[in-house]
């Protein structure tokens, strides 16, 4: 009995081995779970079963901060994964970690792999390449700051639901009319800094920082007390005093007052889609975010958020081939236009783009090309590539704290605005110290 | 009166104390000297480099006048902590020690919240009071009261103290109520019949023949309030408003971990190992002297 039970398990092994030696691993951390998890999953599996060569073995670990702590905690013990997701706001530390990792047109070029860095849309790509277009992580999940719109409480305040949201004069006149019409939360938002400060920058193209908004080099001081951030942000500030703006968070908690019909107007990321689909019990719509009119050359583009793919240095050149092969599949048309389309992330191709539009998807989902013409509408300038500054995270957590100073009435917009400058950039002076 | 036992000679009582002391060595002696080792350094997140700095970690650190505010919110958040959760948890004991029907119920559903994950705890108390949609958020309304801890900055930390004392309640009453029961009777007793009233005889021979249990509960309970409860701010302020609940550990945490700033991680956790050492120390010396064994 017992002898047969180890012969087994020496099969077993045996034939274990036998597919591995015919198979490279490729082992991939994502940071994904419930319905996108299960959609990262499956563009895993068709890969798989795409080719013979390379099998790709996909393992959530974590929140995007302990998905990238993962990797990190790995790289130093020797056992890093071969592709590691990494959030946008981790992009500067990644490419400051010369020897952890291998830039993507390099793991292209080695491998031979047919690459074209200009597939992809311009504010996409331009977020995580170097200043001379050479691709360093691969794009994956993008999306873009847009206005939901609740069209059944337009209505029942008496506003025309169509009526023009495009620029934030606009917006504020509906607020006023909600307001009126006793409306209890006219407006909210879901990640302050990003929407309402980095985008708020970039598509009024003014500086978020200095040096290029930090793609310049490391020697970058944040620029976000100029001018028009402080006007917005005073704005926002008398919103919030007089009931029209309601704070409900530093993360994406606004979604679910707006999903459950109690906020009329609500400022997230494109990809708040799928949930506002499944969950949003009126009639919704997607406005371009909206800008201040008179401010010279806005609207620009908004920039994005999300997570792009970095290849890990250490591993065989056999597992760098597979891992360029899969990173071809990922952005390869159908793949691209199905996960925007389920998603709605952002084709993070133009080729997907004019798939999605070609299979009438747009026709059928009005508003959800919003994003795309929001991001590629002009091409992007210094200050609408996107932003690229060390402890980014730090410094966001900062920039909430100060802003929560400025909805409580506790500061002036000036006031905070200066103060996260002068926080944030003794952050800076530190990660240039580090990356040195 | 002192009953100790000496050894002769040197090696048995090494050998005695080895396991102890290889313990206290492998996972406080080395971690304690890493961390001092690496607050010196800003080190870039994968260690491929480090830049040595000596103090520069403390200096940035305490040149910080957020950094400073902290101190100030942690003592307010621990003291609050540990007072909530042994005042209630020694009035449920008292109750619970008078119970003769029931009372093994009674003791269970109370020891139950001590089996809640700390960020489990958080989640729950986070519903309840969510300033939306929060059951209690809601009786508040009807009352006329405006809850809001997303920017009222008193509101927030009221809420992460009640969260992180809820669960504690459970583990200090296991204590209070096993101290009330080693009391002997008799004692009581030969103090009711002298006409002592129950506040009197809880004041002046259940309190202090409580004391050992309260000193140690005191030590155990701040130690709690300075390092484990970082999840419960984590899911429900992330240290605001503002920097209202941004107590010290939260913020090695979020520093470390969150942001991989190391140095400043590091640098910070040297200086709470100080301030609870020396908090230990200052217990030890000063508050044990008034307890009776």
């Given at each position: 009995m017992k002898l047969q039970t180890s012969l087994l398990a020496l099969a077993a092994v045996t034939m274990t081995a036998n597919t591995a030696a015919a198979q490279t691993e490729i082992d991939f951390w994502h940071a994904f779970t419930g319905r996108l998890g299960e959609l990262v999953a499956e563009q895993v599996e068709t890969f798989n079963a795409s080719q013979s060569d390379y099998v790709v073995n996909a393992t959530h670990k974590g929140n995007y901060s302990e998905t990238l702590n993962a990797g990190i905690a790995a790289f130093r013990a020797g056992e890093q994964p071969d592709i590691l997701m990494v959030f946008e706001v981790g992009t500067a530390t990644m490419m400051n970690a010369k020897g952890a990792v291998k830039p993507v047109y390099e793991v292209m070029a080695d491998a031979g792999a047919d690459f074209d860095a200009d597939a992809f849309i311009g504010a996409v790509k331009g977020y995580y390449?170097?200043?001379?277009?050479?691709?360093l992580s691969l794009p994956f999940n993008s999306s873009t700051p847009v206005l939901w719109v609740n069209r059944d409480a337009l209505s029942e305040a008496g506003?025309?639901?169509?009526?023009?949201?495009?620029t934030w004069q606009k917006v504020g006149e509906t607020l006023d009319a909600l307001k009126e019409a006793g409306h209890d939360c006219p407006l909210t938002t879901a990640w302050q800094s990003w929407i309402h400060l980095e985008n708020t920058s970039a598509y009024h193209d003014v500086p978020f920082a200095t040096q290029d908004n930090g793609f310049a080099g490391v020697d970058t001081e944040l620029a976000l007390n100029g001018p028009v951030q402080t006007q917005h942000i005073e704005a926002m500030g008398q919103w919030a005093k007089d009931g029209k703006f309601i704070y409900t968070g530093r993360r994406n908690e606004g979604g679910a007052n707006f999903r459950g019909g109690e906020c009329a107007l609500f400022t997230e990321s494109s990809a708040g889609y799928a949930g506002i689909k499944a969950e949003a019990e009126f009639d919704f719509d997607v406005r371009p975010l909206p800008y201040w009119e008179?401010?010279?050359?806005?609207?620009q583009n908004t920039i994005i958020g999300g997570a792009s793919l970095w290849v890990m240095e250490g591993q065989s050149d056999e597992e760098y081939k597979g891992v360029a092969e899969f990173l071809n599949f990922l952005s390869s048309p159908e793949v691209q236009a199905k996960w925007h389309q389920d998603t709605g992330y952002l084709p993070i191709t133009s080729a997907a783009a004019d798939l999605t539009r070609e299979q009438g998807f747009y026709d059928e989902n009005p508003g959800t090309d919003v994003a795309v013409k929001q991001m590629t509408a002009n091409e992007p300038t210094a200050n609408s590539k996107g932003i690229r500054l060390g402890s980014f995270d730090q410094i966001r957590g900062i920039i909430d704290e100060e802003l929560e100073a400025v909805w409580a009435g506790d500061k002036s917009a000036q006031e905070a605005l200066d103060s996260a400058k002068e926080r944030g950039d003794a952050l800076l002076r530190r990660f240039e110290q580090s990356a040195r | 009166m002192e009953k100790r036992v000496t050894f002769k000679g040197l090696w048995l009582p090494l050998l005695l104390v080895a396991p102890q002391l290889a313990i206290t060595a492998v996972f406080f002696f080395y971690p304690a000297g890493q961390a001092i080792w690496q607050s010196l350094f800003i080190p870039d997140p994968f260690g491929l480099s480090m830049q040595w700095v000596g103090l520069g970690n403390f200096e940035y650190l305490l040149s910080d006048k957020y950094y400073r505010a902290s101190f100030v919110t942690t003592a307010v958040f621990s003291i609050l902590v540990t007072v909530v959760s042994m005042g209630v948890a020694l009035y449920l004991a008292v109750l619970a020690d008078r119970l003769i029907k029931g009372s093994g119920t009674y003791r269970t559903l109370l020891i139950w919240p001590y089996a809640v994950a700390p960020a489990v705890a958080g989640v729950l108390w986070l519903f309840m009071f969510n300033t939306r949609v929060g059951v209690v958020t809601w009786y508040l309304g009807l009352l006329g009261y405006d809850w809001n801890h997303v920017l009222n900055e008193n509101e927030a930390m009221g809420l992460v103290v009640i969260a992180s004392a809820w669960g504690r309640i459970s583990y200090n009453f296991l204590f209070f109520l096993a101290g009330l029961q080693a009391i002997p009777k008799s004692v009581i007793e030969a103090a009711a019949i002298d006409g002592a009233r129950f506040w009197t005889r809880f004041r002046t021979i259940v309190f202090p023949l409580l004391s050992p249990t309260t000193f140690f509960l005191l030590v155990v309970n701040i130690v709690y309030a300075f390092f484990e409860t970082f999840g419960v701010i984590h899911t429900i302020t992330s240290g605001g408003p503002q920097q209202a609940t941004t107590i010290l550990v939260y913020k090695v945490y979020s520093d470390g971990f969150?942001?991989?700033?190391l140095g400043s991680s590091a640098a910070q956790s040297v200086i709470l190992l100080v301030i609870v050492g020396a908090l230990t120390i200052f217990q030890f010396k000063f508050i044990e002297r008034r307890v009776h064994y």
């Open positions: 390449t170097t200043a001379g277009g050479e691709m506003i025309d639901p169509d009526t023009d949201l495009s008179g401010v010279e050359g806005a609207p | 969150v942001s991989q700033d």
